[in-house]
């Protein structure tokens, strides 16, 4: 049952290649046992090599410590940008506070203005009754009255009277006093034209 044009192996040839073929096939059976085997343990007991040397993976200490001052630095900057925002804020609010306050004292000075402008208003209102008044009395008695007052103040209401009724007054005064007020009136003319 051979083919044609092939030889026939004779017994011997056979049992000799079985014999072979049988070999081949444990030796195969024993290497990828071993290699199996050499696998298993190579999964569990790695062993890493390095191959660029080992200062590769170890940091430089002057590296840590330059790591850590950057660190500091930027928790210390991030400290100081909060308290630069907190002034901020805080300077805000003084000037706001600031603000109200002037607004308040402008107001203020405004009605103290207008309560001066009425007072004084209202004063020279009585100054003007009042020298109405002793332009109305009897000479002999207004001058009396003046020859009891201070020598400035009479001064200040004869200047405010009609020339008429404060010559009239003065000519009623002890001589002493009408030369004070007559002093003083014309100090304040002299003063008066020299500012």
Same mark, same amino acid.
């Given at each position: 049952?051979?083919?044609?044009?092939?030889?026939? =192996?004779?017994?011997?040839?056979?049992?000799? #290649? +079985?014999?072979?073929?049988?070999?081949?096939?444990?030796?195969?059976? !024993?290497?990828? $046992?071993?290699?199996?085997?050499?696998?298993?343990?190579?999964?569990?007991?790695?062993?890493? #090599?390095?191959?660029?040397?080992?200062?590769?993976?170890? *940091?430089? *200490? &002057?590296?840590?410590?330059? /790591?850590?001052?950057?660190?500091?630095?930027?928790?210390?900057?991030?400290?100081? %940008?909060?308290?630069? %925002?907190?002034?901020?804020?805080? @300077?805000?609010?003084?000037?706001?506070?600031? +603000?109200?306050?002037?607004?308040?004292?402008?107001?203020?000075?405004?009605?103290?203005?207008?309560?001066?402008?009425?007072?004084? #208003?209202?004063?020279?209102?009585?100054?003007?009754?009042?020298? $109405? @008044?002793?332009?109305?009395?009897? *000479?002999?008695?207004?001058?009396?009255?003046?020859?009891? /007052?201070?020598?400035?103040?009479?001064?200040?209401?004869?200047?405010? /009277?009609?020339?008429?009724?404060?010559? &009239?007054? !003065?000519?009623? =005064?002890? *001589?002493?006093?009408?030369?004070?007020?007559? @002093?003083? @009136?014309?100090?304040?003319?002299?003063?008066?034209?020299?500012?």
């Amino acid at each position: 049952m051979n083919k044609p044009g092939t030889k026939a =192996l004779k017994p011997i040839q056979r049992q000799i #290649t +079985l014999l072979i073929l049988l070999l081949f096939l444990a030796s195969a059976g !024993v290497r990828f $046992a071993g290699l199996s085997a050499a696998w298993a343990t190579a999964e569990t007991d790695v062993e890493v #090599t390095d191959t660029f040397g080992s200062d590769m993976c170890i *940091p430089d *200490p &002057a590296f840590s410590t330059m /790591m850590e001052d950057l660190t500091a630095r930027e928790a210390r900057l991030l400290a100081a %940008e909060v308290a630069i %925002e907190q002034k901020r804020v805080d @300077v805000e609010l003084s000037r706001q506070a600031i +603000l109200e306050q002037l607004a308040i004292l402008e107001e203020a000075e405004m009605r103290l203005e207008a309560g001066l402008a009425a007072s004084s #208003t209202a004063s020279e209102d009585d100054l003007s009754q009042l020298t $109405a @008044v002793y332009q109305a009395m009897k *000479p002999k008695v207004a001058a009396e009255l003046f020859e009891a /007052m201070d020598p400035e103040f009479a001064a200040g209401f004869l200047v405010r /009277m009609a020339p008429e009724s404060a010559a &009239a007054i !003065v000519s009623g =005064l002890e *001589p002493a006093t009408a030369y004070a007020v007559s @002093v003083i @009136v014309a100090g304040r003319n002299a003063n008066a034209l020299k500012e």
